[in-house]
């Protein structure tokens, strides 16, 4: 796959360039007052499925369809994401909260993590979790490289949703449920 | 300002190139069922302050301490932010929600929509909201064109928290409040 958009730094008027970044731990303890829902991104591959939970989803554009998905390139499951070019994003209902912790990391085995939930497929391949509030299956369409991470434009080529809306928000380092 | 960065079409392997998008409904409707956290993001430019409400707000990584902001090119707020290269990412807290309203475009004059509410300032110049259950004080170091929409991605150069942890969600169209 060719996969070699990147960033590219910007020159910034009118501001001092002696500022810097905060540290790291100011930020994650910012980052955990952002509340953001609870995803499991799943692809597929040669090595059989896998998945991992994110919070760092969000909504690019509705023309075309397109959401950002953000991932650590030491997260087990990126060179399976990186070569099928494919990935669905579960957005977990609140039964989910057992679930998420598992693909969080608390199961390594992706056999394992998948056991005892059930799955089917839409268009691309990738696993989808039955009652998920909603599952967008994509097409990966091109990568920013920022840092550690990759942030992943992708094009949603199905969409399910699950009867009942809830939703499990992460929060204060916290699970909270949301309904409507 | 140089930000010519855009996103690089990639070619999936092993997917039928003849699956399209989902239609733009279809995608809104099932992004309504992803909880997301409510921020108001502000500029400054020679025009005077600016701002907008966003859910599309993500952490991208940790090192270097970079979130993205995704933001309609059609926006009022486009060409401060574009000029300025700053901005701030308010995540508000539940007393926040009729501020919310008027920043998504209740209230269409810039002046009025800072109105009743207190600001002060951190590194950039941009707004900070007093209050807001966090704030991050950013610099733009570049952007990504997908369809209708910039991504930003913004290095954090200053942050500051409220006393309490209280967030408010927006999820399945509604505001949710969520507390620590």
């Not at 090595?47 to 690019?60: H, I, K, M, N, Q």
């Not at 991932?71 to 087990?76: D, L, V």
Request: net charge negative; glycine share 8%; aromatic share 8%.
């Amino acid at each position: 796959m060719n996969m070699t958009a990147s960033a590219v730094s910007v020159t910034i008027p009118a501001f001092d360039p002696a500022v810097t970044a905060v540290d790291s731990k100011a930020y994650r303890s910012g980052m955990a007052r952002l509340p953001a829902g609870v995803n499991i991104i799943t692809s597929t591959g040669p090595a059989g499925w896998c998945g991992f939970t994110a919070s760092a989803v969000c909504s690019v554009t509705d023309d075309p369809p397109t959401l950002l998905v953000c991932m650590n390139r030491n997260s087990q499951s990126y060179d399976s994401i990186r070569q099928s070019g494919v990935l669905c994003v579960n957005t977990v209902s609140t039964e989910h909260e057992e679930l998420s912790k598992r693909f969080a990391g608390s199961v390594k085995d992706m056999k394992q993590r998948f056991a005892g939930a059930e799955w089917t497929t839409l268009s691309t391949g990738a696993p989808v979790l039955v009652g998920a509030n909603v599952a967008f299956d994509c097409r990966i369409v091109s990568e920013v490289k920022i840092g550690t991470h990759d942030a992943l434009f992708c094009e949603v080529v199905a969409v399910s949703e699950a009867g009942a809306c809830t939703g499990l928000v992460y929060f204060g380092r916290q699970f909270h449920n949301v309904a409507v």
